[in-house]
C-alpha cells in the first residue's frame, strides 16, 4: 500500500511514518524542507502547493498537518479545504490527524496504521 504523510517531519507525522515502515508499508514523506522522517520516498513540497497529480500515485493520504499559533491556526480550515479538493473525484483516501494530548501517543498511531492496512487487506 502506498501512503503520502503530509507533515512527516512533525511530532505526530515521524511517528506515524515509523509505524507505516514498520509495517512495510511504502511510505512517502510530504515536507517542505529536508526530510527527518524514515520514509523511504520524499516529496518535498508545501501542502498548498500540492496538486492532484502529486498525490495520484497513493492508496492514501495522511494529513498531519499542525499549526500552533493564532496567527496560523486558520490554516488547518484552508487546508483541509484544499486537501478535499484536489483528492476530490479520486480513490485516494484522506485521514485527518488532530492534534492529541497523550501519553500513549505511539500506540493510537500504531493503532491508525493497523485499521489503515486492515481496510486495504480486505478491500
Not at 498525490?55 to 495522511?62: D, E, K, R, T, Y
Not at 499542525?66 to 496567527?71: F, L, R, V
Not at 485521514?95 to 486495504?120: D, H
Amino acid at each position: 500500500m502506498k501512503v503520502a504523510v503530509i507533515g512527516a517531519n512533525g511530532k505526530a507525522g515521524r511517528l506515524i511514518v515509523a509505524e507505516a515502515v514498520a509495517r512495510g508499508l511504502e511510505v512517502t514523506a510530504v515536507v517542505r524542507g529536508e526530510n527527518h522522517s524514515t520514509a523511504q520516498q520524499v516529496l518535498k513540497k508545501d501542502l498548498f502547493d500540492l496538486t492532484k497529480a502529486d498525490l495520484a500515485g497513493f492508496n492514501v493520504v495522511i494529513d498531519a498537518f499542525a499549526a500552533w499559533t493564532p496567527e496560523t491556526l486558520p490554516q488547518h480550515s484552508t487546508s483541509l479545504a484544499h486537501l478535499c479538493d484536489i483528492l476530490a473525484g479520486t480513490k485516494v483516501r484522506l485521514l485527518v490527524v488532530g492534534g492529541v494530548i497523550c501519553p500513549q501517543k505511539v500506540r493510537l498511531y500504531s493503532n491508525l496504521i493497523q485499521g489503515l492496512s486492515s481496510v486495504f487487506h480486505r478491500a
